[in-house]
């Protein structure tokens, strides 16, 4: 037999002991997940929780995955930048002569409302097609179908070229990467490529491949109003009366910043276009509104005080500086036409700048994952081949771009129920994904030997 014909036999039969050890694998994977959702890890960070009543569930998660990593041959270190906030990290080390691969996903979760859930949000259910639970979509089942990637290729006996860098890590959910990926890179748990383990189907149909992501920007406006008393707004409303030198509403004041950006976002959802996304996804969500008299919160008075906070989700072809100035410019035109708002402009702060990120098309990451996808689904064809997607959400690839670090976002998932009452993901995605993440590995680290685990 040649030499290429021996290593393709040796190839096709790594591939076949890794699926078959998968499948093998498969109720553990999904009893770990159900045990990972048990574990209420809220940021202790999101906004509105009580950092005291969080921290540290994190760390538990990260321990979990930790042992996991042990279990596949992994050297494991807990990396922490912020005291009982645990990163998970684990290097699977090759034989050499291979690039390496990194998956990457987050223990945190944000939080939830149980009164408005089917069932307890962290109870972990098991059905005979989903795991039910906070996180389950985003993004336990990611991280827990990576970590049982790594254990399949051990148990195949499988050994690679190149080396696969495991991290579980905290601080997605707010944006603190300085606490999480950012860490676990600066501690050395880098690689080639990296595959981002979020949930890539919005439906709950077979995981998409998505190579873009776009961009998102938290910003906060606070309008400055004039009190007056709650039965004087009939002559502070009316010109004819009294008019703004009485009283100003800044609720009232609001509407004319909230107009224009509701028509910038139409103008959004009618021209600015993406290959990778349907038209009308980019959005500016106003979704924190806190508006009252200074003092006291009961509407006997005009209320003097408001501060929205905004959600901005834009085009990945865009950068943020663009996206910022058009807003800003839209808010500015919109208050030239107000008087009172001409001279009290509303005041911006920019909270959160998350940039966007396209990969490179010729990046080899790719057909290493779409052959991978097309073999767990059981058929190399053309019909099997992972849709091209955009990101719905934001995720770390963002901070790995800017270390010069490209990948794919790829995980299982039911995205429509992600920060949403009853998410869940399906079994079936679950096993998916772990296949496609081992055959990842194997095809684009390379195949060093086939053993005995």
Same mark, same amino acid.
């Given at each position: 037999?040649?030499?290429?014909?021996?290593?393709?036999?040796?190839?096709?039969?790594?591939?076949?002991?890794?699926?078959?050890?998968?499948?093998?694998?498969?109720?553990?994977?999904?009893?770990?997940?159900?045990?990972?959702?048990?574990?209420?890890?809220?940021?202790?960070?999101?906004?509105?929780?009580?950092?005291?009543?969080?921290?540290?569930?994190?760390?538990?998660?990260?321990?979990?995955? +930790?042992?996991?990593?042990?279990?596949?041959?992994?050297?494991?270190?807990?990396?922490?930048?912020?005291?009982?906030?645990?990163?998970?990290?684990?290097?699977?080390?090759?034989?050499?002569?291979?690039?390496?691969?990194?998956?990457?996903?987050?223990?945190?979760?944000?939080?939830?409302?149980?009164?408005?859930?089917?069932?307890?949000?962290?109870?972990?259910?098991?059905?005979?097609?989903?795991?039910?639970?906070?996180?389950?979509?985003?993004?336990?089942?990611?991280?827990?179908?990576?970590?049982? +990637?790594?254990?399949?290729?051990?148990?195949?006996?499988?050994?690679?070229?190149?080396?696969?860098?495991?991290?579980?890590?905290?601080?997605?959910? /707010?944006?603190?990467?300085?606490? *999480?990926?950012?860490?676990?890179?600066?501690?050395?748990?880098?690689?080639?490529?990296?595959?981002?383990?979020?949930?890539?189907?919005?439906?709950?149909?077979?995981?998409?491949?998505?190579?873009?992501? +776009?961009?998102?920007?938290?910003?906060?406006?606070?309008?400055?109003?004039?009190?007056?008393?709650?039965?004087? $707004?009939? $002559?502070?409303?009316?010109?004819?009366?009294?008019?703004?030198?009485?009283?100003?509403?800044?609720?009232?004041?609001?509407?004319?910043?909230?107009?224009?950006?509701?028509?910038?976002?139409?103008?959004?959802?009618?021209?600015?276009?993406?290959?990778?996304?349907?038209?009308?996804?980019?959005?500016?969500?106003?979704?924190?509104?806190?508006?009252?008299?200074?003092?006291?919160?009961?509407?006997?008075?005009?209320?003097?005080?408001?501060?929205?906070?905004?959600?901005?989700?834009?085009?990945?072809?865009?950068?943020?500086?663009?996206?910022?100035?058009?807003?800003?410019?839209?808010?500015?035109?919109?208050?030239?036409?107000?008087?009172?708002?001409?001279?009290? /402009?509303?005041?911006?702060?920019?909270?959160?700048?998350?940039?966007?990120?396209?990969?490179?098309?010729?990046?080899?990451?790719?057909?290493?994952?779409?052959?991978?996808?097309?073999?767990?689904?059981?058929?190399?064809?053309?019909?099997?081949?992972?849709?091209?997607?955009?990101?719905?959400?934001?995720?770390?690839?963002?901070?790995?771009? +800017? $270390?010069?670090?490209? *990948?794919?976002?790829?995980?299982?998932?039911?995205?429509?129920?992600?920060?949403?009452?009853?998410?869940?993901?399906?079994?079936?995605?679950?096993?998916?994904?772990?296949?496609?993440?081992?055959?990842?590995?194997?095809?684009?680290?390379?195949?060093?030997?086939?053993? /005995?685990?």
């Amino acid at each position: 037999m040649s030499e290429a014909n021996s290593h393709h036999s040796a190839r096709s039969q790594a591939v076949s002991t890794v699926l078959a050890a998968v499948d093998e694998l498969t109720p553990a994977l999904v009893q770990t997940l159900a045990e990972a959702v048990q574990i209420p890890s809220v940021n202790p960070r999101y906004p509105g929780q009580n950092y005291t009543d969080h921290i540290g569930r994190e760390s538990e998660v990260s321990a979990l995955l +930790a042992d996991l990593y042990r279990s596949s041959g992994a050297d494991v270190e807990i990396v922490t930048v912020e005291a009982d906030r645990d990163n998970a990290c684990g290097r699977i080390v090759g034989a050499g002569g291979g690039p390496s691969i990194l998956f990457n996903g987050h223990v945190d979760v944000v939080p939830a409302n149980a009164s408005k859930w089917s069932r307890d949000p962290f109870s972990g259910l098991v059905t005979d097609t989903d795991v039910h639970g906070r996180g389950a979509t985003d993004d336990k089942g990611g991280v827990v179908a990576a970590a049982f +990637a790594a254990l399949a290729l051990k148990r195949a006996g499988v050994k690679l070229k190149g080396d696969v860098v495991l991290q579980a890590v905290v601080g997605e959910e /707010t944006g603190d990467h300085q606490y *999480g990926t950012s860490a676990a890179l600066d501690a050395g748990y880098t690689a080639d490529a990296a595959v981002i383990v979020e949930p890539t189907s919005y439906d709950g149909t077979t995981p998409k491949l998505a190579t873009v992501s +776009a961009g998102g920007l938290w910003f906060s406006l606070s309008f400055e109003g004039k009190a007056a008393h709650s039965s004087l $707004r009939g $002559r502070a409303l009316h010109p004819t009366l009294d008019g703004e030198t009485l009283g100003v509403n800044t609720v009232d004041k609001f509407w004319v910043v909230y107009q224009a950006l509701r028509n910038l976002e139409d103008q959004w959802a009618q021209h600015d276009r993406h290959p990778h996304y349907v038209p009308g996804h980019f959005s500016i969500l106003p979704a924190v509104l806190d508006a009252h008299p200074t003092g006291f919160k009961v509407p006997f008075a005009l209320a003097d005080t408001l501060t929205v906070e905004y959600s901005v989700t834009h085009n990945p072809a865009r950068t943020n500086e663009d996206v910022i100035a058009e807003i800003e410019h839209a808010v500015r035109s919109a208050c030239a036409l107000d008087p009172w708002l001409r001279e009290h /402009t509303p005041i911006f702060e920019w909270k959160l700048l998350w940039a966007p990120y396209t990969l490179s098309p010729d990046h080899p990451l790719l057909p290493a994952l779409t052959s991978a996808h097309s073999a767990a689904l059981g058929a190399i064809d053309e019909s099997r081949l992972p849709e091209l997607s955009g990101f719905f959400g934001l995720c770390d690839i963002t901070w790995m771009d +800017a $270390r010069g670090l490209q *990948g794919v976002m790829y995980g299982p998932g039911v995205g429509n129920t992600a920060h949403a009452e009853d998410e869940y993901v399906p079994i079936e995605q679950l096993v998916v994904a772990a296949k496609t993440y081992a055959l990842t590995a194997l095809a684009f680290c390379g195949l060093a030997e086939v053993g /005995t685990s």
